[in-house]
């Protein structure tokens, strides 16, 4: 199979080059090397018994921690050396918009704080209600934050997970936390 | 015969109106799943996970082979309506799909897709139907360094000859053996990277690693960075195919199957390699007029042939995963974790252990493949109509089907952050371009290889030697060694061949 009977992916040549910067690939490479660190860290605490056989339970953890030096060894000097090699383009925007992921995590993370206390419902309706904000920011939409958006959020935000906590409580018959004991909120 | 009475059997428990029902539901959320960009087979079965801990084994096992079956059939609707590549196991079908799309031939390209997965699959089924018990009978004799070496067939496969570059193929799969390690060591009980952490003696959840890397890393991938992206929908036109286009597609629809389905069989994974070859082969053969439609306004060679052998490879990538336990994409790997909650490790005792759960599974691939057709063909128009659902909305109303999996597992809000972190990964996984199969596979099939490994070492009495005394084990080595060297070697003389041709022509110059 030859390249040439492939065609290009469309719109290929007018998008902009979204590779990231050899600095941030040596980052990553950087970052690939402390994983390894940890691993290696956390290897020296795992017992070295290998019982009747000859391998222990620490084997696997060192033989991670080797590859992974190696493999952020590697991807460290690939960056410093022209880049990546054959890193194909993700697509998107060449910048992050922090705003919208800032959003979007403050949803995440609110979720994860308040479900056990609130309820799966209104905690959820947050989450969604946060992350639809921020991703109506990301696609510069004008409305983002008007009165009626904020409305319309909340509203969609309960319709999508009030049935899906009916479904799971009452049909599936699978725990998720409620603002009540009732197993309806 | 036995077979078919086996099959029969199988058929007896899919048909019963319960079964029906759930592989009904299964097939149309996966349809919905895969028609929905942002959502993909694996993520709707990992955050449907927690039901394992409710509903029965055979009911669930055919949900979600109708939610991974569904989703192949959805999946093609998109990438022919949508001018965005998909994932890769559409993208194939997306480029000459598009074409016909845009010059008024999006029904035709739908249909033959659509009757191409069902003509495939169906093969694909009978397939298995006949040759997964033959496998499971032969793997029976497979000893711990046996199994350990097809695991490492499967790595290698998965992360080194996959994907764009091999280093970064490793670094994911060994980041997802380094997952596969937190927790307690299944054989001395010595607990490994825990931290102190309750939450983690269990080790990580496949479903944190699954929705975090899929679901939540798409959230916030295109928060980041794909706010600006315009997206352009083809028009649709009547679902019908000509009598040139059906004469078009049947030769095409069955090199496809011939090409996907060994692909499946072996235990190396992806889909990538078969569509590309079917693509390059229909391709070749085109004459004329049909070839000449390559390219430019769209063949319907290239919708058929990919989008069977994609079909065909998805369902034979069953033996591998039902006879040795071993996964190669990651739906599958999320399969065989569903498995796994139920306690049943997927093998060759499978078809003796579980043999009435098995029959049920395959004979719901057959049901589940009719249904499909019907879903895909008349009400094709219903899930076009998914493609307008505004992608602010979209995208935030699947963090909350997100929650449902990771939390519904185990009620723990760790969880929930954990998936946060997961989700960040990805996004840096994505932006950097490291594959996120070898850290699914590698975290799923971790825990077991490492197990066989062991087993294997205490086999040969604390000697590495073992993997090399035995033939079939020896034989698994050399191909290991084999998919590792011959295409680098290739590259490289290839390489070499064209660097002396210059220098020949040079040297030729310097005289003149």
């Known amino acids: 199979m030859s390249d040439s009977s492939l065609p290009a992916t469309a719109a290929a040549d007018e998008a902009p080059d979204c590779v990231p910067s050899p600095r941030a690939q040596t980052a990553v490479g950087i970052g690939v090397l402390l994983v390894a660190a940890g ?20 084997f696997l953890p060192w033989l991670c921690a080797v590859v992974l030096a190696l493999c952020g060894a590697w991807l460290v000097w690939e960056a410093r050396t022209g880049g990546f090699r054959q890193a194909s383009d993700p697509g998107g925007q060449p910048k992050a918009d922090i705003g919208p992921l800032v959003w979007v995590s ?77 197993g309806w909120l | 015969m036995e077979i078919f009475d086996a099959l029969m059997a199988g058929f007896a428990t899919a048909i019963t109106p319960a079964n029906l029902l759930w592989a009904l539901v299964g097939c149309a959320l996966g349809t919905a799943v ?33 939610i991974y079956y569904g989703a192949m059939y959805g999946g093609s609707t998109t990438s022919i309506l949508l001018n965005t590549p998909g994932e890769t196991a559409s993208m194939v079908t997306a480029m000459e799909g598009n074409k ?21 699959g169906t093969i694909a089924t009978v397939v298995v139907t006949l040759f997964a018990p033959t496998v499971a ?24 000859v996959l994907g764009q570059s091999a280093l970064r193929g490793m670094t994911a799969l060994f980041l997802g053996l380094a997952l596969g390690c937190v927790g ?51 028009t649709m ?3 019908h195919m000509s009598a040139r286009d059906w004469k078009r597609s049947w030769p095409a629809w069955l090199r496809g199957t011939l090409i996907g389905t060994p692909f499946g069989c072996i235990p190396a994974g992806g889909t990538e390699i078969p569509t590309f070859l079917s693509y390059a082969t229909e391709k070749k053969l085109a004459k004329g007029q049909d070839q000449a439609e390559f390219g430019t306004t769209g063949a319907i060679e290239g919708v058929a042939g990919p989008e069977a052998a994609n079909n065909a490879t998805v369902t034979a990538a069953l033996i591998p995963l039902l006879t040795l336990g071993i996964p ?10 569903a498995f796994q909650n139920y306690g049943i490790n997927p093998g060759p005792q499978l078809f003796t252990s579980s043999a009435a759960l098995v029959w049920a599974l395959i004979a719901s691939l057959y049901i589940g493949n009719v249904m499909l057709l019907v879903l895909n063909l008349p009400m094709v128009g219903m899930w076009v109509k998914l493609l307008k659902v505004p992608k602010p909305q979209l995208y935030a109303g699947i963090l909350i089907f997100a929650t449902v999996g990771a939390y519904g597992m185990r009620q723990s809000a760790f969880d929930l952050f954990l998936l946060y972190a997961i989700g960040m990964l990805g996004v840096l996984m994505r932006r950097f371009d490291f594959p996120t199969a070898p850290v699914v596979v590698g975290m799923i099939l971790g825990p077991l290889a490492e197990a066989q490994m062991r087993n294997a070492v205490a086999l040969g009495e604390g000697s590495w030697v073992i993997f090399l005394q035995r033939p079939m084990s020896l034989a698994l080595v050399a191909i290991v060694l084999a998919v590792l060297i011959v295409p680098r070697a290739l590259r490289v003389w290839a390489a070499r061949k064209e660097a002396r041709a210059r220098h020949h022509y040079q040297s030729a110059d310097d005289i003149v």
């Open chain 2, 34 to 66: 895969g028609v929905l960009p942002g959502i993909g087979p694996a993520v709707a079965v990992a955050m449907l996970l927690p039901i394992t801990a409710k509903v029965e084994v055979t009911a669930s096992m055919i949900f979600f082979a109708g």
């Open chain 2, 100 to 120: 016909m799309a845009k010059s008024g031939r999006a029904g035709a390209a739908l249909a033959t897709s659509a009757i191409g997965s069902f003509v495939a």
């Open chain 1, 106 to 182: 403050a949803g995440l993370l609110v979720n994860a704080s308040l479900i056990g206390t609130v309820g799966f419902i209104v905690s959820c309706t947050l989450c969604y209600v946060l992350a639809v904000q921020g991703l109506r920011r990301a696609s510069r939409q004008p409305q983002a934050g008007s009165a009626r958006t904020w409305a319309q959020d909340v509203a969609t935000g309960l319709l999508i997970s009030a049935p899906v906590f009916w479904a799971f409580t009452q049909f599936l018959a699978i725990n998720l936390p409620g603002l009540t004991e009732t």
């Open chain 2, 237 to 239: 036109s009547r679902v």
């Open chain 2, 137 to 160: 009978d032969f793997a029976v004799k497979l000893g711990p360094p046996e199994y350990f070496m097809l695991m490492v067939l499967a790595f290698t496969t998965v992360s080194a």
């Open chain 2, 328 to 337: 190669t994409s990651n739906t599958t790997a999320v399969l065989l974790g």
């Open chain 2, 184 to 234: 307690m060591d299944q054989i001395s009980g010595a607990a490994r990277y825990t931290a102190g952490q309750m939450e983690l003696l269990d080790g990580i959840d496949i479903v944190l690693v699954a929705v975090g890397l899929f679901a939540v890393a798409e959230v916030l991938y295109a928060a980041m960075y794909e706010g600006r992206s315009v997206e352009s929908q083809n």
């Open chain 1, 39 to 58: 691993m290696a860290a956390g290897a020296l605490q795992i017992s070295s018994d290998a019982g009747y056989g000859g391998v222990g339970p620490n």
